[in-house]
């Protein structure tokens, strides 16, 4: 544990996980970026790149990914 900071826990459960984006596997279709609530995903150079800073984890582009390229963590 690192000193100073609290461990994670249901009461304390720390910042959110950002999805993330195999650019393997993304096609670039979009369908992420149509379903994301807060508008954190955009297309460059034609795949998909969430903007971590911005990104809540809630995972909905991920389950929206037909391709399984999107992953949280």
Known sequence: ????????????????????VDLALCTGCGSCIAVCPIEAIRLKNGKAHVQ??????????????????????
Request: positive net charge; contains cysteine.
């Open 1 to 20: 544990m690192n000193p100073g900071r609290q461990p994670r826990s249901r009461l304390n459960p720390g910042p959110p996980v950002a999805a993330k």
């Open 52 to 73: 971590t800073e911005a990104c809540a984890g809630c995972g909905t582009c991920a389950a929206q990914c037909r391709e399984k390229a999107i992953r949280l963590g």
